[in-house]
Structure formats: C-alpha cells, structure tokens
Nanobody, 118 residues
Framework: QVQLAESGGGLVQAGDSLRLSCAVS????????IGWFRQASGKEREFVAR????????YYADSVKGRFTISRDSGKNTVYLQMNSLKPEETAVYYC???????????WGQGTQVTVSS
C-alpha cells in the first residue's frame, strides 16, 4: 500500500523560509512522479512543483520559480519542497501526491498547513 505523509508546515512571516517533507512508503520515490500542490481556503487546488521518477527532472509553477526547490533523498524515500521568500498569499494546505505521470496522481497525502503572516 502506497502512502505519502507531509510534514514541516507551520506559521511563518512573509519573507521567511520553510521546508516541507513528503515521506513515501510502499514504493520508492524514484519509481513515480511526485508533485506538490496547494489549496488555499475557498480556492481550487493548484500545482506547485513536481519531480519525475527515473530522471529526477523538476518542474515548477511560474509563481514559485526561483523561490521554491523540489528535491528528493532516495535513501530516506522522501521528497522535499524548500520554500523561500514566502508570501502571505501562499498560505494554504500543501499536499504531496504520487502518480504514473504528471497528469494523473493516484496517491495523496493528508496535507500540511502553511500560514504566512504579513
């Protein structure tokens, strides 16, 4: 059974940094695509970043390019999202998800709250 568990959320001030973790069990992080998404209250879920399985290629939403970095530690079977220069409008629940490609994600974590105060 594949499970993803996010951690690392919290309350920070605008301009601060935060690192989220997505611990994966039941499958190796190199065997599928892992993406980060976020959903603010009252808004639709949006894509943030992803990392491909075998090649480890990374992709970002335009809004986070240059500030966020997705990475993985195969030994810990964990994917990270380093978030720098956070903005209040990035307050949301952040989810990690795993899937066979960048379009279909079959496994989702429970989410972790990130709150950025101004």
């Amino acid at each position: 059974q594949v499970q993803l568990a996010e951690s690392g959320g919290g309350l920070v001030q605008a301009g601060d940094s935060l690192r989220l973790s997505c611990a994966v069990s039941g499958r190796t992080v190199t065997s599928f695509v892992i993406g980060w998404f976020r959903q603010a209250s009252g808004k639709e879920r949006e894509f943030v970043a992803r990392i491909t399985g075998s090649g480890g290629s990374t992709y970002y939403a335009d809004s986070v390019k240059g500030r966020f970095t997705i990475s993985r530690d195969s030994g810990k079977n964990t994917v990270y999202l380093q978030m720098n220069s956070l903005k209040p409008e990035e307050t949301a629940v952040y989810y990690c998800a795993g899937g066979r490609n960048s379009v279909r994600y079959d496994y989702w974590g429970q989410g972790t709250q990130v709150t950025v105060s101004s």
